[in-house]
T-cell receptor, first 110, second 115 residues
Framework: EDQVTQSPEALRLQEGESSSLNCSYT??????LFWYRQDPGKGPEFLFT???AGEEKEKERLKATLTKKESFLHITAPKPEDSATYLC???????????FGGGTRLMVKP | ETGVTQTPRHLVMGMTNKKSLKCEQH?????MYWYKQSAKKPLELMFV???????ENNSVPSRFSPECPNSSHLFLHLHTLQPEDSALYLC????FGQGESYEQYFGPGTRLTVT
């Protein structure tokens, strides 16, 4: 059974204070690892897909990296508008079902 | 409209009511999904439809009944729900097939409250 664990559950940062969110996973043959952003009361917004260890993707202040056991979402000089819950999910080679982690709730204070 | 749309956005229903949630995707995808999101719990996959055929039913109670008439539309029919079914119900869609990345795109959700 695929499993995804995200840490920390909640993270409070000052504006401009860089940090990283962790996503640890076990999967029977990784097809892809996905990062999403979710604002309260809204659906998750797709951010990145990572396919293999060593891969990196960037978007504005966000950078996602992947190893064989975990992924990190690095946030550089965050702004209050980066406050949201960040979700990590994996898909294995057997099908097209996402397994989600519990998310990290990020709060950035001005 | 673009992306994935869901109606209604909010729904309050009694335990004896029957209602339906609607989802429509405008992305040319061929797979659609229903998820349940409850407070303090990870997103739970409920149903998967690939090419209009249901391929997964993740042990969902029979009071939830999905329908996928074509690859662009997905419904979730609700009847005799319980208060613990109150949650945010999310629809998603993706490509499905050889060589596809399976990135799922989500709608805004329907906030369901069962009284």
């Amino acid at each position: 059974e695929d499993q995804v664990t995200q840490s920390p559950e909640a993270l409070r940062l000052q504006e401009g204070e860089s940090s990283s969110l962790n996503c640890s996973y076990t999967v029977s043959g990784l097809r892809g690892l996905f990062w999403y952003r979710q604002d309260p009361g809204k659906g998750p917004e797709f951010l990145f897909t990572l396919y293999s260890a060593g891969e990196e993707k960037e978007k504005e202040r966000l950078k996602a990296t992947l190893t064989k056991k975990e992924s990190f979402l690095h946030i550089t000089a965050p702004k209050p508008e980066d406050s949201a819950t960040y979700l990590c999910a994996v898909i294995n080679n057997a099908g097209n079902m996402l397994t989600f982690g519990g998310g990290t709730r990020l709060m950035v204070k001005p | 409209e673009t992306g994935v749309t869901q109606t209604p956005r909010h729904l309050v229903m009694g335990m004896t009511n029957k209602k339906s949630l609607k989802c429509e995707q405008h992305l040319g995808h061929n797979a659609m999904y229903w998820y349940k999101q409850s407070a303090k719990k990870p997103l739970e996959l409920m149903f998967v439809y690939n090419f209009k055929e249901q391929t997964e039913n993740n042990s969902v109670p029979s009071r939830f009944s999905p329908e996928c008439p074509n690859s662009s539309h997905l419904f979730l029919h609700l009847h005799t729900l319980q208060p613990e079914d109150s949650a945010l119900y999310l629809c998603a869609s993706s490509h499905f097939g050889q060589g596809e990345s399976y990135e799922q795109y989500f709608g805004p959700g329907t906030r369901l409250t069962v009284t």
